[in-house]
């Protein structure tokens, strides 16, 4: 608060409104600029208070950063305060990249526009290998350390071995399940509760009661399984979990039951709430999430076209799941892009306005943090296996060119991915105007 007096709506418009407009480079871009915000400039919150903001979210289902941005409106002014800044934060980046598709997706482009397409097109399976290989390091370690209580290396190693098979099983599911890849990252989840727990429950003495670390036995948390099993630890892939996995579950059954049922704007609905609700790492994960039934299932756009898409929200500001409104104008034009906006951010609104106070308790619970661990790697091996079908789409031997000069400068020299991209559409004009195939 500026000299004790509430923050007024309107510099929370104006200045989350600024982060939208120039928060190039995704969540860590987003997360440095409010930090600069409200911890150094304005000094709003103490940097603690936005460090736990952090790793709040990242236990959430959905994109963290807008996340953020909506949690650290709400501390300042509530729920006015959270959809000022929330929606302010998203409609930069939501007009511009309507803009783009109906030039990028029209139904007779100019040439040079194909051309830059194809070209930021060849480069997008890179950024996926580049978005999962960042993620091995703390994904991989988190699955090494072991339950409280159970034998040091050989847990360890253990961890480590199912660390690979949840990887393995996003990675092959992201290839052949296409939408059914959100159940496979929930039984990586669960299964690895049920594996910590048990872990848990062995170590302790004979005649112990076996309920999960930090748990008092009366609906609470002690200090060891509190503040401390949380505090600035974010999840390695990135996202999260809502509060109860397995209501997770019970919820995602029946409603993925019903997906070939679905058609027109339900379907369209469908995918975005997927992207929102469902999409344990947010980000690059949106892409398998949503290729097969965007491509494959409901014919709403081309490879090529969908290729276009995830480029347009990665060189776009703001969260890079601004890629679902590209779909949503694919399937129904302007007010489809609008739909699939509001449907995927909307969860992000729903869990900081009805979920704020519980945060706490939320990231102390160990069921949590080992669902995390578990869904963490299932979500690094579905962002690689996307890199295969996205690469398969690719159609000129020149484009593979681009993909290979892609691979050097992102996962191997891990330089910037909207560089990249730009600098692929260049080339990919220059191979229109050359009279190389680019449709």
């Known amino acids: 608060m500026d000299n004790g007096e509430p923050v ?3 510099t929370i418009a104006l200045e989350w409104g600024r982060i939208g ?6 969540p860590p871009a987003h997360i440095l600029l409010l930090r600069r915000l409200c911890v150094e ?8 208070e936005f460090e736990d903001g952090i790793a709040t979210t990242n236990l959430l289902p959905g994109p963290a950063s807008t996340q953020l941005a909506i949690l650290t409106a709400w501390r300042l002014r509530g729920a006015a ?3 000022v800044g929330g929606v302010c934060f998203i409609a930069p980046g939501l007009v511009l990249i309507l803009a783009l598709s109906a030039l990028f997706l029209a139904g007779r482009p100019p040439l040079w526009v194909l ?3 194809a070209g930021a097109g060849a480069a997008v399976p890179a950024v996926a290998v580049q978005a999962a290989t960042a993620l091995v390091p703390g994904s991989l370690g988190r699955a090494g350390t072991p339950a409280a209580g159970a034998a040091g290396a050989g847990a360890a190693r253990r961890g480590r071995a199912r660390w690979a098979g949840y990887a393995l099983a996003g990675a092959v599911a992201a290839v052949v399940t296409g939408p059914w890849l959100v159940l496979v990252l929930l039984a990586a989840g669960l299964a690895e ?4 727990s048990r872990a848990r429950a062995a170590a302790l003495p004979q005649g112990g009661r076996g309920e999960p670390d930090g748990w008092d036995g009366q609906g609470g948390h002690d200090e060891q399984g509190g503040r401390d099993g949380g505090r600035g630890r974010s999840g390695p892939d990135g996202g999260g979990i809502g509060p109860q996995p397995g209501a997770g579950r019970r919820a995602a059954l029946p409603l993925a039951a019903a997906v070939p049922a679905l058609g027109g704007l339900g379907a369209l609905s469908w ?7 469902l999409s344990y790492g947010g980000g690059f994960v949106i892409i398998p999430l949503m290729q097969n039934d965007a491509v494959h299932r409901y014919h709403w756009m081309t490879d090529g076209q969908f290729l276009n898409a995830v480029a347009l929200g990665q060189v776009t500001p703001g969260p890079v799941v601004h890629t679902v409104a590209a779909v949503g104008f694919a399937a129904a034009g302007v007010g489809g892009g609008l739909l699939a906006a509001a449907v995927a951010f909307g969860p992000s609104f729903l869990f900081v306005l009805f979920g704020a106070r519980h945060f706490d308790r939320l990231r102390a619970d160990r069921r949590v943090q080992d669902f995390l661990t578990g869904a963490g790697p299932a979500v690094v091996g579905a962002i690689a296996g996307s890199a295969l079908p996205l690469a398969a789409s690719l159609r000129y031997g020149w484009q593979w060119g681009v993909l290979a000069a892609a691979l050097l400068w992102l996962p191997v020299a891990r330089r910037g991915a909207v560089t990249a991209l730009v600098t692929a559409g260049g080339l990919g004009v220059l191979a229109a105007l050359a009279g190389l195939p680019v449709t």
Do not use: I
């Open 8 to 10: 007024r709506l309107r």
């Open 115 to 117: 051309g830059a397409a």
């Open 41 to 48: 400039r304005r000094r709003w919150l103490g940097a603690e």
């Open 81 to 83: 305060g959270a959809l």
């Open 271 to 277: 995918v975005a709430f997927k992207v929102g609700a």
């Open 21 to 26: 407009l120039v928060g190039f480079g995704g």
């Open 193 to 196: 509760v049920a594996v910590r």
